[in-house]
């Protein structure tokens, strides 16, 4: 079983917004740092945002500030990307991944599960 599903990817214009939703399955995941990463074609997959098992701290890659924003429900074990003023190199299959310890966010290699991910595409 899975244990992270993503939904709420599709085509947007640029300029447009989505809310990408991680659904997590088993009540310890509201204990978890949950991450959004992303790839685009032919690149290495990168860090968007963060945020801690609380959600009182967030963090952002640099190319996303003040566009997305990372939130988390924990009685349902949802986390939230909203993306606004989406640009086409924002493309790129959208993941979310969990973590139990509180550090390192921005590290692939600390998360210990991912989801499938959900593919996201800007258009100019």
């Known amino acids: 079983q899975v244990p992270l599903v993503e939904s709420g990817g599709g085509l947007v214009q640029a300029g447009g917004s989505l809310t990408l939703s991680c659904a997590a399955s088993?009540?310890?995941?509201?204990?978890?740092?949950m991450g959004w990463f992303r790839q685009a074609p032919g690149k290495e997959r990168e860090f968007v945002a963060a945020i801690n098992w609380s959600g009182g701290s967030t963090y952002y890659a640099d190319s996303v500030k003040g566009r997305f924003t990372i939130s988390r429900d924990n009685a349902k074990i949802t986390v939230f990307l909203q993306m606004n003023s989406l640009k086409p190199e924002d493309t790129a299959v959208y993941l979310c991944g969990a973590k139990r310890q509180d550090n390192a966010y921005w590290r692939e290699s600390e998360y210990d599960y991912w989801g499938q991910g959900t593919q996201v595409t800007v258009s100019s």
């Open positions: 088993g009540r310890t995941f509201s204990m978890y740092t």
